[in-house]
């Protein structure tokens, strides 16, 4: 088992903290982060109400008077929580055989949905068909759930595709479109405003508020993308 990476506990208002291991886009510490995320839903400490996993932190959150219960030494909640995560900290986090799945995922590239996809093209100075095989090519993790319901951040995209959040974002990106900023690259769930650069769209439904199973991916997850035509798009 590698050693733990440090970390720091801050408080998140009066009732959550973070647990911060570094600020960075890193697959081997997003997996400790899951680990830990995973451990604390299968035995969680006294007084959790909830454990939200980011890229590489992770945030707490807490019934303030359950923690305090029994309190015999006058601390806060903040930290008697934070003891018993330091606590937990201590202990050896499995990262083997985390919850995983592997799912392909159909992208349209066709311009009328890869609305920038040209513009990346040229800034990278490659074709927009060269940016369709290199997306296409790997294999993405999904390091976290964020901005919307079912928003799947992941990553990293290719030196040769990343590119900056737009400087202004668009009012409205449609449902299904897939994006990238920086070096990440995801869906969006829902229409909502937006900068990323929009490379495609895919026909595949991201977040069903009538199923049990609310987002398809989650934190975990690997994800690969392939290219349809625009009728194999209608069609679905």
Known sequence: MSEQPAYTIFPLGDSALTIDFCNSIDEAINQKVLALFHSLRENPAAGIIEAVPAYSSIT????????????????TAFEIMTERMEKRLQDPLSENNLPSQFLRIPVCYHNEFGLDIDELAATNKITAGEVIQIHTSKVYGVY?????????????VDDKIAMPRKTNPRQRVESGSVGIAGYQTGIYPLASPGGWQIIGRTPVKLFDSDN????????????????ISKNEFNSY
């Open 212 to 227: 049990k199973e609310l987002t398809l991916l989650k934190p975990g997850d690997k994800v690969q993308f392939y290219s």
């Open 60 to 75: 707490i959150y807490y019934d303030m008077l359950l923690a305090v219960r029994n309190n015999q030494d006058h601390k």
């Open 144 to 156: 976290m759930l964020g901005f919307l319901p079912g928003f799947s951040y992941m990553g990293k």
